[in-house]
């Protein structure tokens, strides 16, 4: 089973029984991430959201200054 990458419509190959969800794939071709958001039917998500990313995100940064 595949998928069709939304960016460079490169099919990325997707084994439902070998992923789960949440788990993230990444097209050959591009580079770009997915999210397998559901696995019946599969479905996956690109994750481009700016501050997604396990960096460090400084919104949810909280001091005590006054
Ligand atoms: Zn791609």
Redesign the pocket.
Known sequence: MAVV?P??D?PIPVDPEEVEEGETVQ?D??G?ELEVVSIDPLELAPIDDIGYDDEDDPHVVEEDEE
């Open positions: 990458c960016e460079c490169t097209c071709e591009c770009l």
